[in-house]
């Protein structure tokens, strides 16, 4: 018999949560980077984001708090909480993306052809609204689940179940990553058009 105490046992979905997480970050990297380039070069100059991307970032910031908040009523048992936290982050989050949607700049991209930046923030836009998107997904699942279990009973054994923890976990640690990478992503290019 061995001893347990020891053995540090790893989550395949953790595993795939931070390779996913880290090839969107490469990908946003490797974008930013060309657009520095670029820029530094003087073969695009910089686009200013609109004020529909700052109100997408404000009402991001507040899902993701709300989330958080979920997260914690959740923890604590604290389960009507948990249930209006979850659904006012799904909210949101359907908010952010047609914010998102409706501040593509693909538009003044193809008015104005020498000011290629808007490519630049189209591509990041579409890259963080798919990614965005599975976010919006997976909360949607949960809410749909939470609702369904709306006993007490029912949501006190939801709330002890070790995947339903860890899912949890999974999906606050998603949003939180990628709210601030879309904060670093519109500050670093609002920095460069201000």
Not at 16 to 34: E, Q
Request: with cysteine; aromatic share 16%; net charge positive.
């Amino acid at each position: 018999m061995s001893d347990e105490k020891g053995i540090k046992r790893y989550e395949p979905y953790g595993f795939l949560l931070v390779t996913g997480l880290l090839a969107l970050l490469g990908v946003m990297l490797y974008a930013l980077f060309k657009f520095r380039q670029n820029l530094r070069a003087g073969v695009i100059s910089a686009p200013a984001p609109g004020p529909l991307v700052y109100t997408g970032l404000a009402v991001l910031v507040l899902t993701f708090i709300s989330l958080a908040l979920a997260s914690r009523f959740f923890r604590h048992q604290q389960f009507p909480a948990f249930r209006a936290c979850l659904a006012a982050s799904f909210g949101g989050g359907v908010l952010f993306v047609v914010l998102q949607v409706m501040s593509l700049p693909v538009q003044r991209a193809a008015a104005d052809p020498v000011q290629q930046g808007y490519y630049f923030l189209a591509f990041l836009s579409a890259v963080h609204l798919l990614f965005a998107l599975a976010g919006v997904v997976a909360t949607g699942v949960w809410v749909a689940q939470v609702y369904r279990r709306q006993e007490y009973v029912e949501s006190f054994i939801f709330s002890m179940n070790p995947p339903n923890i860890l899912n949890m976990k999974l999906l606050l640690r998603y949003m939180g990553f990628v709210t601030v990478l879309w904060a670093a992503v519109i500050f670093f290019i609002g920095g460069y058009a201000a």
